[in-house]
């Protein structure tokens, strides 16, 4: 089957301590993104990439980072510079970077800090 | 800058009952596409539907039907005769050809009660 998936599903982590999410697709999508959502709000784009080995910063970078160093794989690391990570990850992956492609979503990781 | 409102935070009806969530967006660009995403309990974003900016027709799917129009700059999504599977929140989204990435609205919470 084709798709997106993310783990872990539910991640506990210390304050100051980094950790990573894990993002993997096979559906050889070029474009992959990764978005926060908090309780009762909208997503809020953190980074995306166009195209391996790119990436760019989205509205709320700070604290946050990315590599794509293959196509099917868009780590995301929370360091501990972000100053509230407790949320809902959710990460995305389109055939191409444009406005008409439409994202496909993964089932999301939820961070809690204790 | 783009922008999507839903200003419908929650909504509950009775199950066979029709329901329309709202959507409200602002934009400056001519080209822009429009989309519904579904999150059930479990998460993870389901896509729905895409419009173009060209495209006003409206669009059915089942007990699904989507009203676009420009004069109002609105693109609402209705559900005929809802079940309690369509209990979730709603996403209403933006995307616009000049610009970097998707805006996404806050959600409606839709309960639909037995």
């Known amino acids: 089957d084709g798709g997106i998936t993310q783990s872990p599903k539910y991640l506990f982590r210390k304050e100051g301590q980094n950790v990573t999410l894990s993002c993997e697709q096979n559906?050889?999508?070029?474009?992959m993104y990764w978005y926060r959502q908090d309780p009762g709000q909208g997503l809020r784009l953190i980074y995306y990439?166009?195209?391996?080995?790119?990436?760019q910063k989205g509205d709320i970078a700070e604290g946050y980072s990315v590599s794509r160093e293959k196509k099917e794989s868009f780590p995301l690391t929370v360091t501990s510079a972000q100053k509230n990570p407790t949320a809902f990850y959710l990460c995305?992956?389109?055939?191409?970077?444009?406005?008409?492609?439409?994202?496909?979503f993964g089932p999301g990781t939820r961070l809690t800090v204790l | 800058a783009q922008k999507v409102t839903q200003a419908q935070t929650e909504i509950s009806v009775v199950e066979k009952e029709d329901v329309t969530l709202d959507c409200v967006y602002e934009t400056r660009d001519t080209t822009y596409y429009l989309f519904w995403y579904k999150q059930p309990p479990s998460g993870e974003l389901v896509f729905l539907i895409r419009?173009?900016?060209?495209?006003?027709q409206n669009e059915i799917s089942g007990r699904y039907s989507w009203n676009f129009q420009k004069s109002t700059s609105s693109f609402n999504f209705t559900i005929t005769a809802s079940q309690v599977v369509d209990s979730a929140v709603y996403f209403c989204a933006l995307s616009e050809a000049a610009g970097d990435d998707m805006r996404f609205g806050a959600g409606t919470r839709l309960t639909v009660k037995p």
């Open positions: 419009r173009n900016s060209f495209d006003e």
């Open positions: 995305a992956s389109s055939a191409d970077w444009g406005a008409q492609d439409t994202q496909y």
């Open positions: 990439s166009q195209i391996v080995n790119d990436f």
């Open positions: 559906l050889n999508h070029d474009a």
